[in-house]
């Protein structure tokens, strides 16, 4: 039997590379980059790792590019969902962790065991080296918080139907070309007559070269997800136009 891994109200099967959203019945069968980090993170879970390792892989195949990691990580915090997105924490300046799950534990009474004075004094000693100790500490940067969306619009397609448009950044430098590509693909849905998407995420690169657009649906009553990259090496940037629009068939 293949190996299953339980993330929160999701389960991943590393033989599938599946990930599956137990309350939804939602299967997402991951991409390379998002199965490449995901299955690291896991072998690796409870430890940071490093943003290189992710890249490399089992260096099997070529390396992944700094923006499909971080591409990876917001789509796989995104399947999660708000309530399970922080299992994938980043580490500010090393690189991700994926937390272990809280166990519930079993609780000891430990005033009715024979030796309850020596337990209760060891504690007390533990938690006095502690307290002395603590002025010799030093602490450790403050953990980084899930990034959060920039900002959220909801277009009005000519049917009626509504698709939300969702903008992450983790840099102030790209968010101005970022906003100018998200209304640009808002006023192209806005010309649509329906769609199977009904929630669009952007993200760009750090350096302005990549756009990552992932898109959520229904297609005949089963959930869908799409993910797209974009590079544009020209200026200005012309990453989303009506033609490409048409050839990947945004638009039913």
């Known amino acids: 039997m293949g190996k299953v891994m339980q993330l929160g109200h999701c389960k991943f099967d590393v033989n599938?590379?599946?990930?599956v959203n137990n309350q939804s019945d939602e299967v997402w069968?991951?991409?390379?980059?998002?199965?490449?980090?995901?299955?690291?993170?896991i072998d690796y879970q409870g430890k940071v790792v490093a943003k290189p390792l992710l890249k490399t892989g089992n260096g099997q195949e070529q390396p992944l590019s700094d923006a499909s990691v971080t591409h990876a990580i917001f789509t796989l915090r995104a399947f999660l969902g708000p309530q399970y997105e922080s299992?994938?924490?980043?580490?500010?300046?090393?690189?991700y962790l994926l937390k272990h799950h809280r166990s519930r534990?079993?609780?000891?009474?430990?005033?009715?065991?024979?030796?309850?004075?020596?337990?209760?004094?060891?504690?007390?000693?533990a938690v006095?080296?502690?307290?002395?100790?603590?002025?010799?500490?030093?602490?450790?940067?403050p953990k980084a918080l899930p990034v959060l969306p920039n900002s959220t619009a909801t277009v009005k397609l000519t049917s009626g139907q509504t698709v939300d448009v969702i903008l992450y950044s983790s840099s102030k430098t790209n968010l101005a070309l970022l906003k100018k590509q998200g209304?640009?693909?808002?006023?192209?849905?806005?010309?649509c007559n329906s769609t199977s998407w009904k929630r669009?995420?952007?993200?760009?690169?750090?350096?302005?070269?990549?756009?990552?657009?992932?898109?959520?649906g229904e297609h005949y009553g089963q959930s869908v997800i799409r993910n797209l990259k974009i590079s544009d090496l020209r200026q200005p940037k012309k990453f989303?136009?009506?033609?490409?629009?048409?050839?990947?068939?945004?638009c039913d």
Not at 128 to 141: D, E, K
Not at 200 to 210: A, G, K, N, Y
Request: aromatic residues 8%.
């Open 183 to 191: 209304m640009q693909l808002q006023q192209s849905l806005a010309q």
């Open 87 to 95: 299992l994938i924490e980043t580490v500010k300046g090393q690189g």
């Open 29 to 41: 069968r991951l991409p390379r980059a998002e199965l490449q980090v995901l299955t690291l993170l």
């Open 240 to 250: 989303v136009s009506q033609a490409w629009l048409k050839g990947v068939e945004i």
């Open 16 to 19: 599938k590379g599946e990930l």
């Open 105 to 125: 534990k079993q609780s000891v009474n430990f005033f009715s065991h024979p030796q309850r004075f020596a337990i209760i004094a060891i504690i007390t000693l």
């Open 128 to 141: 006095a080296l502690l307290i002395s100790g603590l002025m010799f500490i030093r602490f450790s940067p």
């Open 200 to 216: 669009v995420f952007l993200s760009l690169s750090h350096d302005e070269q990549v756009l990552n657009i992932t898109l959520r």
